[in-house]
T-cell receptor, first 114, second 112 residues
Framework: DSGVTQTPKHLITATGQRVTLRCSPR?????VYWYQQSLDQGLQFLIQYYNGEERAKGNILERFSAQQFPDLHSELNLSSLELGDSALYFC?????????????FGEGSRLTVL | KNEVEQSPQNLTAQEGEFITINCSYS?????LHWLQQHPGGGIVSLFM???GKKKHGRLIATINIQEKHSSLHITASHPRDSAVYICAVKGLGANTGNQFYFGTGTSLTVIP
């Protein structure tokens, strides 16, 4: 058990809809990372938050947004969903802001868009 | 252009064999991570390296910052080592925007 909790584990929805994925980091970790893993593109970095502020941005679509709340949990919002958004979405936490902190992954949220 | 290249893509080994997976990267980094993903989908971080060498049980990871290369070694491989191994780097500086870049993974199968 990594100590990182992601909900929901599975989600099935229709095109055009909006969903919210939630991540609770390990106790004390200030950094939260979001990643997308699809069959055709592998793992991709979406965004990082550190102590409530956006720290780094990757290949995150404009239809997607994220935030980190004062209690350090984070949410990833996906809107106007398309078939291609079907993927595993992972959250990871780390105690540090930069890259030198160990990463602890949640079990992922599997999104299926029909 | 892939910032991170891994080889081999697929690897089959007999139980007990010594295994090496290689990772080369093209950007400046603050750290390199080796990740393990089992068929169930969960990801576990095996190592985080910024220099030198680390060992954990039968796993050894090395990094050469000057050559921008890292290797993951598994000694005395076991069927439970069967998984996908992914190399990931955290970029450093304005050029990379401090992003993560991932290799495409090495699928390892260890046969009893």
């Amino acid at each position: 058990d990594s100590g990182v909790t992601q909900t929901p584990k599975h989600l099935i929805t229709a095109t055009g809809q909006r969903v919210t994925l939630r991540c609770s980091p390990r106790s004390g970790d200030l950094s939260v990372y979001w990643y997308q893993q699809s069959l055709d593109q592998g793992l991709q970095f979406l965004i990082q938050y550190y102590n409530g502020e956006e720290r780094a941005k990757g290949n995150i679509l404009e239809r997607f947004s994220a935030q980190q709340f004062p209690d350090l949990h984070s949410e990833l919002n996906l809107s106007s969903l398309e078939l291609g958004d079907s993927a595993l979405y992972f959250c990871a936490s780390s105690p540090l802001a930069g890259g030198v902190g160990e990463l602890f992954f949640g079990e992922g949220s599997r999104l299926t868009v029909l | 252009k892939n910032e991170v290249e891994q080889s081999p893509q697929n690897l089959t080994a007999q139980e007990g064999e010594f295994i090496t997976i290689n990772c080369s990267y093209s950007v400046g980094i603050s750290a390199l991570h080796w990740l393990q993903q089992h068929p169930g989908g969960g990801i576990v971080s095996l190592f985080m390296l910024s220099s030198g060498k680390k060992k954990h049980g039968r796993l050894i990871a090395t990094i050469n910052i000057q050559e921008k290369h890292s290797s993951l070694h598994i000694t005395a491989s076991h069927p439970r080592d069967s998984a996908v191994y992914i190399c990931a780097v955290k970029g450093l500086g304005a050029n990379t925007g401090n992003q993560f870049y991932f290799g495409t993974g090495t699928s390892l199968t260890v046969i009893p």
